[in-house]
């Protein structure tokens, strides 16, 4: 049932979307942005621009972030590493010797 949720909501976002785009297809915009302005721009492309422009911006905020996360377990990983190879007991022995007629193999 949990594994039929994630497509379950992608289908979801996209009925929605497929509505809103069918019900303000002709609904048209002025859209300043400052340094020039664009006339009769559909709402669609300004609500979808708008989505895009936010994923894009949440991607590059999150890269420093993930850049620190992965150095501080990067760093983890090899003082693990570090600590269990001078732990290693290079006296150990086999816990059961092999029989005599499997030595000649």
């Given at each position: 049932?949990?594994?039929?949720l994630?497509p379950?909501?992608v289908?979801?976002v996209?009925?929605?979307?497929?509505?809103?785009?069918?019900?303000n297809a002709?609904q048209?915009?002025?859209?300043?942005?400052?340094l020039?302005?664009?006339?009769?721009v559909?709402?669609?492309?300004v609500?979808?621009?708008?989505?895009?422009?936010g994923?894009v911006?949440?991607?590059v905020?999150?890269?420093?972030?993930?850049?620190?996360?992965?150095?501080?377990?990067?760093?983890r990983?090899?003082?693990?590493?570090?600590?269990?190879?001078?732990?290693?007991?290079?006296d150990?022995?086999?816990?059961?010797q092999p029989l005599p007629?499997?030595?000649?193999e």
């Open positions: 049932m949990i594994r039929l994630g379950f909501a289908l979801l996209l009925i929605l979307s497929a509505a809103f785009a069918s019900t002709a048209r915009v002025t859209v300043n942005l400052g020039f302005v664009l006339y009769r559909p709402v669609t492309a609500a979808f621009g708008g989505l895009f422009t994923m911006v949440m991607l905020a999150g890269i420093n972030s993930d850049l620190k996360v992965r150095g501080i377990l990067r760093r990983l090899e003082e693990e590493d570090r600590e269990e190879r001078a732990r290693i007991d290079r150990q022995q086999d816990l059961f007629d499997e030595e000649d």
